[in-house]
């Protein structure tokens, strides 16, 4: 199902979903192997700094983050939760001038559990990921005017941080960006309160009591009341007003790629999405998304590629009735998508050949460039063919 390279970067951010059922042969499905034991001693020695791109656009980024809870369901992993808990770090352009304490890419006990997928367990490393620059200062003003809202959801088992580097990127211009943590399903969620959640869920999907599906609808719910609480008429964050909540989109990677079609399929506030490398679990029914624009973003192989092995892809392209690309990466493994480039680079762990600051900047580019185009009106040439500047970039016309 998986090559190698993406086995070990898995083990690295702990577990990934496997495709749907319909997607591979019976006996290609199966739980993603461990990484290899020569990768477990990765961080031996002191580690230097680890270092994300800057954000590219003309503000400066405010970071916040909220603890939500949803009382009115219980959590679908951990029934005897007290509701469904969301840890979401929101992203947004800072007022001129404003100040504030710079923000940490992760809290260390997250950073620590995320690396213990591939043995790294030296404080020193733990601390350079947490400590990385996050190119945010908590808790500033906002820039002035109305923003539209993007909603980032992770990678299953992978801890939202991993989507930090596009976060800032589309905070840099212009957008409020809500990345979620959603309950029990990665390798560690950090609560205020000290509580640390585990993935209580990759038990359950690896020992067949779920179905990727039943991630997407839970997701899917999060991302409603996630709306409901930064749109609606009692905010849970202090700068809400500056929300368009008449201009919403959604991107994922992996399981969160497919939930971005599951959210819009449920909330028609959602006027745009992006499948960062995902298999699709939910079908589409006949009316399509309404004539709502999609983007599918994915490696350039044999897993998506048209005709390719992860086949919900090609059942999912034609009922897209909207705007909608179709656009592969060469040299892309799956976790390209994600800031994991930047941390695999540093502890020498395998990854697809496009060097790591390529791999953040052709996803910047073109998730950017869609919202762009469909959350602002802005056409965006990028979006319309090939381009010579980025020639690793295919349009696929299935």
Aim: with cysteine.
């Amino acid at each position: 199902m998986i090559t190698f390279t993406r086995a070990a970067v898995t083990a690295l951010l702990a577990c990934a979903v496997a495709l749907p059922d319909t997607a591979l042969p019976a006996q290609a499905a199966g739980p993603v192997a461990s990484a290899p034991a020569a990768l477990r001693t990765a961080a031996n020695a002191s580690v230097p700094a680890l270092e994300l791109p800057a954000p590219t656009g003309r503000f400066a980024v405010g970071s916040s983050v909220l603890h939500l809870v949803d009382r009115s369901r219980p959590d679908p992993w951990v029934p005897a939760a007290d509701g469904r808990e969301l840890m979401v770090t929101l992203h947004y352009p800072a007022a001129r001038g404003a100040q504030g304490p710079p923000a940490p890419y992760a809290h260390e006990a997250v950073a620590r559990a995320a690396l213990a997928g591939v043995g790294v367990t030296d404080p020193a490393a733990v601390k350079a990921v947490a400590g990385m620059d996050a190119h945010s200062r908590l808790d500033v003003r906002p820039a002035p005017g109305r923003h539209p809202l993007v909603v980032l959801s992770p990678g299953f088992g992978v801890p939202r941080f991993t989507l930090t580097s596009l976060a800032t990127e589309l905070a840099s211009r212009g957008y409020a960006v809500a990345s979620v943590d959603h309950a029990y399903e990665a390798s560690a969620i950090a609560l205020p309160d000290g509580r640390l959640l585990g993935c209580v869920a990759c038990t359950a999907l690896e020992e067949g009591r779920i179905k990727g599906s039943d991630v997407t609808a839970a997701r899917a719910a999060d991302v409603r009341f996630l709306l409901d609480r930064l749109t609606g008429p009692h905010p849970a964050w202090a700068y809400a007003r500056s929300i368009d909540r008449g201009r919403i989109g959604m991107a994922g990677h992996s399981i969160g790629g497919a939930a971005a079609l599951s959210t819009m399929l449920a909330d028609r506030r959602v006027d745009a999405g992006v499948n960062m490398d995902g298999a699709f679990w939910d079908g589409l029914p006949a009316g399509g998304l309404g004539g709502r624009p999609f983007l599918m973003l994915g490696t350039d192989d044999e897993m998506h590629r048209p005709g390719g092995v992860d086949r919900s892809w090609d059942a999912t392209w034609p009922g897209l009735d909207g705007w909608k690309r179709w656009l592969t990466v060469t040299g892309a493994d799956h976790f390209t998508f994600s800031d994991a480039p930047v941390i695999q680079a540093h502890f020498g762990l395998p990854a697809g050949p496009i060097p790591a600051g390529r791999a953040l900047a052709v996803t910047r580019a073109y998730v950017t460039a869609f919202f762009d185009q469909q959350l602002r009106g802005r056409p965006q040439p990028l979006l319309a063919g090939p381009s010579p500047l980025n020639p690793e970039v295919h349009f696929q016309q299935p």
